[in-house]
């Protein structure tokens, strides 16, 4: 049974930075996965993905401020948020698409002086 779990949110200042991490268990060999992020009122919005090779693709909102990035040994994924503004203020949300969506239970980043 595939299960993910993320870490890494917390309370934050404007400009500061933050690592969120996903880790998967069970049997998903080196899959592409990604991170949603969702702020209240709003839907689930796509942030950043990386392909099993790597490749990275990031939404305009956070393009060159996020990277993403991922440690096949330990099956886990990471993104690293930097120049953190408050309408970064969600929850933040690992996805997997493995034959069915696989969500974590999301982790809560807060952008607030």
């Known amino acids: 049974q595939v299960q993910l779990a993320e870490s890494g949110g917390g309370l934050v200042q404007p400009g500061g930075s933050l690592r969120l991490s996903c880790a998967a268990s069970g049997s998903i060999g080196i899959s592409a996965m990604a991170w949603y992020r969702q702020a209240p009122g709003n839907q689930r919005e796509y942030v950043a993905s990386?392909?099993?090779?790597?490749?990275?693709n990031y939404a305009d909102s956070v393009k060159g401020r996020f990277t993403i990035s991922r440690d096949n040994t330990k099956n886990t994924i990471y993104l690293q948020m930097n120049s953190l503004k408050p309408e970064d203020t969600a929850v933040y949300f690992c996805y997997l698409g493995l034959g069915k969506d696989y969500w974590g239970q999301g982790t809560q980043v807060t952008v607030s002086s």
């Open positions: 990386i392909t099993a090779g790597g490749r990275t």
